[in-house]
Nanobody, 120 residues
Framework: QVQLVESGGGLVQPGGSLRLSCAAS????????VNWYRQAPGQQREWVAV????????NYADSVKGRFTISSDNAKFTAFLQMNSLKPEDTAVYYC?????????????WGQGTQVTVSS
């Protein structure tokens, strides 16, 4: 069984920063890529960023490019989302998802989400 657990959310003022973590645990052979998504109240889930674990390449939604940075600590099966210059419109529940192999084919897993609120 594989679990993803997000942490690091909270309340921050506009212009502030937060660092989210996504820790994978269980019987893990390898992780192919990790995505961050977010969902604001009454809105559809929105893709935010992706990191390809083996090569380290990253990509971002236009709405966060230049402000958010995705990274990973491969030895600890943990991914991060550094969020700077936060805006009220960044308020959402942030989820991570990962393609994980337990020795066979990669399967997708989701975390439970962490709330980020940007407000003065």
């Amino acid at each position: 069984q594989v679990q993803l657990v997000e942490s690091g959310g909270g309340l921050v003022q506009p212009g502030g920063s937060l660092r989210l973590s996504c820790a994978a645990s269980g019987s893990i052979f390898s992780i192919n890529f990790v995505n961050w998504y977010r969902q604001a109240p009454g809105q559809q889930r929105e893709w935010v960023a992706v990191i390809h674990i083996s090569g380290g390449s990253t990509n971002y939604a236009d709405s966060v490019k230049g402000r958010f940075t995705i990274s990973s600590d491969n030895a600890k099966f943990t991914a991060f989302l550094q969020m700077n210059s936060l805006k009220p419109e960044d308020t959402a529940v942030y989820y991570c998802s990962a393609a994980v192999s337990q020795g066979g084919a990669y399967r997708g897993y989701w975390g439970q989400g962490t709330q980020v609120t940007v407000s003065s």
